[in-house]
């Protein structure tokens, strides 16, 4: 049986590293994707990757209870990385980490037959173009499959909002795949 994340943040805080190399092991992929198109390539990101897990463990304690432990990864994967992209200017690096990060989300078998690679890449570029909330809302909800909760603990707004900014990120993103058919 599976423990929970939440006591695994007790027992990490009792002294157990090996539950937070449960709570890495569990996480690592989050994590990755979501920083991957604010780091220098693939190798940035394990380094970031590696930071933001450790400013967790650090940070443990700080841990509410109120959302769970994945969108409050989440949210200090999302913090870190938009941190790392102040440093420096780094917009390449941003859109050609973005395409490395797509092969490892899969559609389901009828989407897949129904979007050409044509059409996928109208969709990235399309994505590329949103405004950052937009496209990371967008990305919560569809590609790593959090709940509407979720998203809105990571963006740090309330549910409604969340939805909002995902209504309208759809809507703009339908628009510039239409205008690019």
Same mark, same amino acid.
């Given at each position: 049986?599976?423990?929970?994340?939440?006591?695994l943040?007790?027992?990490?805080?009792?002294?157990?590293?090996s539950?937070?190399?449960?709570?890495m092991?569990?996480?690592?992929?989050?994590?990755?994707s979501l920083? %991957?198109?604010?780091?220098?390539?693939?190798?940035?990101?394990?380094?970031?990757?590696?930071?933001?897990?450790?400013?967790?463990?650090?940070?443990?304690a700080?841990?509410?209870?109120?959302?769970? %432990?994945?969108?409050?990864?989440?949210?200090?994967?999302i913090?870190?990385?938009?941190?790392?992209?102040?440093s420096?200017?780094?917009?390449?690096?941003?859109?050609?980490?973005?395409?490395?990060v797509?092969?490892?989300?899969?559609?389901?078998?009828?989407?897949?037959?129904?979007?050409?690679?044509?059409?996928?890449?109208?969709?990235?570029?399309?994505?590329?173009?949103?405004?950052?909330?937009?496209?990371?809302?967008?990305?919560?909800?569809?590609?790593?499959?959090?709940?509407?909760p979720? %998203?809105?603990?990571?963006?740090?707004?309330?549910?409604? %909002?969340?939805?909002?900014?995902?209504?309208?990120?759809?809507?703009?993103?339908?628009?510039?795949?239409?205008?690019?058919?």
């Amino acid at each position: 049986m599976q423990v929970d994340d939440e006591e695994l943040v007790r027992a990490t805080l009792a002294g157990e590293l090996s539950a937070f190399d449960e709570l890495m092991q569990r996480y690592e992929r989050l994590v990755y994707s979501l920083v %991957v198109s604010f780091a220098d390539g693939h190798d940035g990101a394990l380094d970031l990757t590696q930071e933001i897990f450790f400013k967790a463990y650090r940070k443990l304690a700080a841990f509410d209870g109120r959302g769970t %432990v994945k969108a409050w990864l989440a949210r200090i994967a999302i913090h870190e990385g938009i941190n790392q992209a102040k440093s420096a200017t780094r917009r390449q690096a941003r859109h050609d980490a973005w395409h490395v990060v797509r092969p490892t989300h899969t559609l389901a078998p009828q989407d897949d037959e129904i979007l050409s690679g044509e059409r996928k890449r109208q969709v990235a570029t399309a994505l590329e173009r949103l405004a950052p909330r937009h496209r990371l809302a967008i990305e919560l909800r569809y590609l790593q499959e959090m709940g509407i909760p979720e %998203v809105a603990s990571v963006l740090e707004c309330s549910e409604g %909002v969340a939805r909002n900014i995902l209504f309208r990120g759809l809507r703009k993103l339908r628009r510039q795949v239409a205008q690019a058919s």
